[in-house]
């Protein structure tokens, strides 16, 4: 992988990483509830792929249109891992040191939006009442290990995806 196409890829996963802690940073300054929104989860989503995409079209341009298939998948997920990381250190940072009481909420808030969501779909009250169990069972999400374990899995999925794309958009100079 050339220099400047690893170059690029960095800047967009900066770009991606700052997206995503400007989002993180706002929902917890102005609404945190806006953090259990599962709406925004699929944006984000939608948000990460399009950048790996554009990443891996941008290497592609930047070689003449031809990229292998590991430069392709290299450029989605450097960008991809990049971003993510950033926003894993925001939150971190954010709900373990300069307001646990923040992570303490946010955990109440997702618990109450997963009952009103069961709901919702009728579901019957006792397994409401054993998912609320679980859900204040388990330890604060936005500590160390539990964070680094989420964005692992999170990195296998994407990885996943930027191998679709690798696919998708590599080409050989000699299958042109």
């Given at each position: 992988?050339?220099?400047?196409?690893?170059?690029?890829?960095?800047?967009?996963?900066?770009?991606?990483?700052?997206?995503?802690?400007?989002?993180?940073?706002?929902?917890?300054?102005?609404?945190?509830?806006?953090?259990t929104?599962?709406w925004?989860g699929?944006?984000?989503?939608?948000?990460?792929i399009?950048?790996?995409?554009?990443?891996?079209?941008?290497?592609?341009?930047?070689?003449?249109?031809?990229?292998?298939f590991?430069?392709a998948?290299?450029?989605?997920?450097?960008?991809?891992?990049?971003?993510?990381?950033?926003?894993?250190v925001?939150s971190?940072?954010?709900?373990?040191?300069?307001?646990?009481?923040?992570a303490l909420?946010?955990?109440?808030?997702?618990?109450?939006?997963s009952?009103?969501?069961?709901?919702?779909?009728?579901?019957?009250?006792?397994?409401?009442?054993?998912?609320?169990?679980?859900?204040?069972?388990?330890?604060?999400?936005?500590?160390?290990?539990?964070?680094?374990?989420s964005?692992?899995?999170?990195?296998?999925?994407q990885?996943?995806i930027?191998?679709?794309?690798?696919?998708?958009?590599?080409?050989?100079p000699?299958?042109?």
């Open positions: 992988m050339e220099t400047s196409t690893k170059s690029s890829a960095i800047n967009l996963g900066l770009y991606l990483g700052g997206l995503m802690a400007l989002t993180t940073i706002l929902g917890y300054a102005l609404y945190l509830e806006l953090l929104k599962w925004l699929i944006i984000l989503f939608i948000a990460i399009a950048f790996g995409i554009v990443s891996a079209l941008k290497s592609k341009k930047m070689q003449n249109g031809f990229i292998t590991k430069e998948f290299s450029s989605y997920f450097i960008t991809v891992a990049i971003g993510i990381l950033i926003s894993m925001i971190i940072i954010i709900f373990n040191f300069v307001d646990p009481e923040a909420a946010l955990k109440e808030k997702t618990i109450e939006a009952v009103q969501m069961m709901r919702s779909f009728n579901a019957p009250e006792e397994a409401v009442a054993t998912a609320v169990e679980q859900m204040e069972a388990q330890k604060n999400q936005f500590s160390i290990a539990p964070q680094l374990q964005n692992a899995i999170f990195l296998i999925i990885a996943v930027g191998l679709i794309v690798a696919l998708i958009v590599k080409r050989d000699e299958n042109a």
